[in-house]
């Protein structure tokens, strides 16, 4: 598609179970980010891909966090044991340019955990 | 720690008036610095950038200069339209945005 692409839009599920996010990048952006964003707040950062890899898992909040990148694209961010505070705004990024700022985001995943 | 700083919205403007919207950061080193925007229904998107100080970031018409001394990255357009309706994002890295600056321009 012609931007970046995140699914579901909304996600509204019960304290303790397991969700999965998607992101599908631009084409041929090897570079992709996720953040999240609580109501009132800034972007927070959560991790960065490069390709596969990720060479900054530093703003994964807890283990309950985890992220992979399959085929250079589609990314997908799993929450475990979800909690009432991971409720936010998760938005996904990517960028043409390696180890350079997100170039353009997705409309994001809106999560509420009940 | 490193942090940014924008001035709180909305920001209220006529067509064609001048625009400021201020962003100041804490940093150690010397980051580079970006702005994003968000148009209604839109992602966030790259709009400006700067990488080192004295340098002014351009685009569409906004600028923003990377002032050293005064810790800041305000953000400028000499006359803004309708169609610059939207959410601007102070950034420093790709670790750190600010809150978000809603600006509401009316014909």
């Known amino acids: 598609g012609a931007g970046v692409s995140q699914s579901p839009s909304n996600k509204v599920t019960e304290k303790g179970k397991d969700v999965e996010l998607r992101c599908d990048p631009i084409?041929?952006?090897?570079?992709l980010y996720w953040y999240r964003q609580s109501l009132g707040q800034g972007l927070e950062f959560l991790i960065y891909?490069?390709?596969?890899?990720?060479?900054?898992k530093s703003g994964l909040p807890s283990d309950r966090f985890s992220a992979e990148r399959t085929g250079g694209s589609v990314s997908t961010l799993t929450i475990q044991r979800t909690q009432q505070e991971d409720s936010a705004v998760y938005l996904c990024?990517?960028?043409?340019?390696?180890?350079?700022?997100?170039?353009?985001f997705g409309d994001g995943t809106r999560l509420s955990i009940l | 720690g490193n942090s940014v700083t924008q001035m709180e919205g909305p920001v209220t403007l006529s067509e064609e008036a001048f625009l400021t919207i201020n962003c100041t950061y804490t940093?150690?080193?010397?980051?580079?610095l970006f702005w994003y925007v968000q148009y209604p229904g839109e992602g966030l998107q790259l709009l400006l950038k700067?990488?080192?100080?004295?340098d002014k970031g351009s685009n569409k018409g906004f600028e923003a200069t990377y002032r050293k001394e005064t810790t800041s990255f305000h953000l400028e357009k000499g006359s803004v339209q309708v169609s610059d309706s939207a959410v601007y994002f102070c950034?420093?890295?790709?670790?750190?945005f600010g809150t978000g600056t809603r600006l509401q321009v009316f014909p």
């Open positions: 084409s041929g952006h090897t570079a």
């Open positions: 940093a150690t080193g010397y980051p580079s």
């Open positions: 950034a420093l890295s790709k670790l750190i």
């Open positions: 891909f490069q390709g596969n890899s990720a060479p900054d």
């Open positions: 990024a990517s960028s043409s340019k390696q180890g350079g700022q997100p170039q353009h």
């Open positions: 700067a990488t080192k100080a004295d």
